[in-house]
């Protein structure tokens, strides 16, 4: 054998141990369902045992037909209804109780990779597209269904009857049971070749529903750009190539599948044709009796479908076993580091020292050697081009990102030396694209640890917002429901919505990232003056564009390549004649156009 042969078998078998690991972690989900899953091989073993029943029936009508003994035919026919109702029974158990335990170990799994997203760092976001992680939460999961529903099903209940038959067989003739049996390696052979073929068409199979998902995600969302900028037949084409891809991918698991099947049925037919041609040899038939020949015959073709079924189990467990695989790459993801052992109760000065930070996987500093106060209850704006780093220096705040050098510090104490829940607590945000959720205006205001809030509470915060000059003309008020991400409400409305929930929050630290670039100058005049009485007593972090809505901030530093070049007051900075002069003599003469 040579060494390439060497390799390639090595990875064959550590792939076939990494699948059964995969496998046998995923029937650790089963365990806390053992009882149901105990009843569940109780009714597989009955209906399996009623199929032996029938052959052993057959064998007995036909010796009783032969024998002219037709006063049996009243226990003959009471026989033939007792099987099958005893087949339907123990048909209807195992079915039942599998699928509840199927679908209850899919609910767990299920929500054990949702809560875990809920945990993961934003970096994993960044690397991995909501249509991926969409169609791990739907198409695999329902691919994992198969493999522990229909699988052990299909395992239990056509396994079985293979063990009753094939006891039966032996107790009829134990030599023509070993003919048969000999045909089994030839079978494990061809299976175990398909399986592996399955399990890495799965994997692809699973990856393109992604894809698809992905491109039908944001064209649905991106609706108007695509139609504005004549992105149609882009975006269908996009579409088209990703669903051929799945398709293409589905057939040759379709023709590998189909392949396996029929060279299955042939092995088996060989069997039965070896058996039959021995069986008529006076040495091999023995004493069996003619009911006895007809009932062995008849249950060795009885045994071909659910021989048939068991191969079929390979292909449902390789997709289950690739679609488990993805499953659990997201629950062995390593969550967001909460180090911090002590809690939040006060905020005092914030402050960075020669913090500098790089994303996860890159070498490109986007922050360098940021040395930056916050005063307690006092206002910070950074301005800058975008690109200079200032949505990311806000972004450690929260914790969002982690990773920096140097040093971050609130009350003089590391910010990592808090814990998340508490740090997080103590923030409110508005970012620039702003997110809401499929429910009403109040519930969206009121949203997470705010729910309990009272209504006069929300009404108050949406006033204070100038959410209520448009809620008033809604005919459910602030209990209009607002569509997917607030699709039924314009953006500048949206934007309100959430500054009303950071004024409900009433935390010590507000983060506002382009809190009002989706307002007309009307209402961000309004919503200014409301955010001026928010910000009062806050330590507040503004970003933005608009020179104009920093103006009264007690620090505004001016941001360029990740780095800090002026801070001062917007007098100070004017009288200086920088960049941040450059910027306002800008904006200055862009208003004075408009």
Sequence with gaps: MSNLQRKETSQDAATTDNAWQTYRRLLVYVRPLWFVFVISFIGFAIYGAGQALSAKWLEMVVDTVQKNDYEQRWFLAAAVMGIFILRGLGGFIGNYSIAYVGREVIHRLRTQVFERLLLLPSSFYSHHSSGELLAKLTYNVEQVTEAVTSAIKVLFREGLTVAGLMGYMFYLNWKL?????????????????????????????????????????????????VRIFGGADAERERFQQVSLHNKRQFMKLVVTQSLNTPII?????????????????????????????????????????PLRLLTDVTSIVQKGIA????????????????????????????????LGFAYPGTDKQVLQDICLKLPQGKTVALVGRSGSGKTTLASLLPRFNDGWSGELLVNGEPLESFTLESLRSNISLVNQNVVLFNGTIAENIAYGSMAGASESAILAAAEAAHVMEFVERLPEGIHTRVGEN???????????????????NDAPILILDEATSALDTTSERHIQEALEEVMRGRTTLVIAHRLSTIEKADVIVVMEDGRIIEQGSHSELLEQQGAYSKFHILQTDVGAVE
């Design 177 to 225: 049971t070993l003919i048969f049996i000999a045909a089994g390696p030839l079978i494990g052979l061809v299976v175990s070749m398909a399986s592996k073929r399955m399990r890495k068409l799965s994997r692809r199979i699973q990856k393109s529903v992604g894809d698809i998902t992905e491109a039908a995600s944001e064209s649905i969302k991106g609706y108007q750009v």
């Design 486 to 504: 607030g699709v039924l409400l314009s953006g500048g409305q949206r934007q309100r919505i959430a500054i009303a929930r950071a004024i409900l």
């Design 265 to 305: 049925q042939l092995l088996v037919a060989m069997a039965l044709s070896a058996l039959l041609f021995l069986a008529m040899q006076p040495d091999v038939m023995g004493s069996m009796t003619t009911g006895g020949f007809v009932a062995f015959l008849t249950a060795a073709g009885m045994i071909t479908k």
């Design 323 to 354: 679609a488990a695989e993805s499953l659990f790459e997201v629950l062995d993801e390593p969550v967001e580091q909460d180090s911090g052992t002590r809690k939040l109760e006060r905020v005092g000065d914030i402050e960075f020292r020669h």
